[in-house]
């Protein structure tokens, strides 16, 4: 990608959630000056914050992000933007007029979604060498192929729409702890050490993973044979060790909506685990479709847990015994 190209990115990127935040700065605005006097538009805004939140969502996501995706012909941004959305909702849920929390979970929560965010955006632009949409998310490029012309529009449920289900549904329990003020319990403290331990967990992965992928990168360049297969590190116990990561992070915000008494905010990372399921699926047949490691992955897919980590079976120690 051009230098220019990669500015002109950086600056859409960076302008297109104005619409959003400039719109709720002004209801703000106008809620804290005229609170006794509200027209109807910002009386729904007061008391609807979550049918707000998809309405924002809607338009400045769906809408927008679909229009500039259709203008580019990628849909890179929505991939960027799952880092960041989480964050510009725990805020919008946070400064709302009509929440109430405990301070001190609150701080917990927000400082920890800065944290993950902080953790995914670096592997983002770590993964695509600092640059802003040098390309989309393979398994966009691949429908994209799949769909043929019709993909101007059946992006826009299956990218767009279809996000908004899955990021407003496993963003609940941020709403919860910003919807219900009741003191701080152990329950908590256990919500927010199985954050930080997927949040550590998916970051020692995506490291490894990417230390990985550099070094074939440089064996390839050198016209060396690559190494077929990562089973080392995190990657010896699970064969997604960053997935599995990453669904401990939202089930451990999960803990803190069901110690609120509001468990059933699981369904979110329920379907999110789901989909995630179905994206392993995927990712697992596009690694045996490769000839230089079909056959280790399907070794590694003999002897090693999908996501949760565990010891290797058998077979592989009888295989390094045998080497």
């Known amino acids: 990608m051009s230098r220019s190209g990669n500015l002109k990115n950086a600056i859409v990127a960076f302008l297109v959630p104005l619409p959003s935040i400039l719109f709720y700065l002004y209801f703000l605005d106008h809620f804290h000056s005229n609170s006794s006097s509200l027209s109807s538009l910002w009386s729904w805004c007061f008391h609807h914050p979550l049918l707000l939140a998809n309405v924002f969502f809607f338009f400045n996501v769906n809408v927008l992000f679909w229009i500039i995706g259709h203008i580019q012909s990628s849909n890179w941004m929505i991939d960027l933007y799952w880092t960041v959305i989480p ?3 725990i805020h919008y849920y946070a400064t709302h007029p009509s929440a109430q929390f405990d301070g001190l979970r609150s701080k917990i929560v927000i400082v920890l979604t800065w944290v993950w965010s902080i953790r995914l955006t670096h592997n983002y632009f770590r993964r695509e060498k600092w640059q802003w949409g040098a390309r989309e998310d393979w398994r966009f490029a691949d429908m994209r192929l799949q769909y043929g012309k019709h993909w101007w529009w059946i992006s826009f449920f299956s990218v767009y729409f279809s996000q908004q289900i899955f990021l407003i549904g496993i963003c609940l329990p941020l709403y919860v702890v910003h919807s219900v003020d009741k003191p701080m319990n152990i329950w908590d403290l256990v919500a927010a050490g199985v954050c930080l331990c997927g949040i550590v967990i998916a970051y020692f992965a995506d490291t490894q993973l990417h230390n990985f992928v550099t070094r074939n990168t440089k064996l390839k360049e050198l016209g060396k044979p690559m190494v077929p297969n990562l089973d080392r590190g995190l990657w010896q116990y699970s064969r997604h060790p960053n997935y599995f990561g990453e669904q401990l992070w939202w089930w451990g915000l999960v803990v803190f909506a069901w110690n609120l008494g509001h468990g059933w905010t699981f369904v979110g990372s329920l379907i999110n685990s789901m989909c995630l399921a179905y994206v392993t699926v995927l990712v697992e047949q596009r690694m045996l479709k490769q000839e230089y490691r079909a056959e280790a992955y399907r070794l590694y897919q ?14 592989i120690a009888v295989k390094d015994k045998d080497t």
């Not at 003999?302 to 077979?315: I, L, M, N, Q």
């Open 87 to 89: 964050v510009l909702l």
């Open 302 to 315: 003999k002897t090693t847990s999908v996501w949760v980590p565990w010891f290797r079976s058998s077979a």
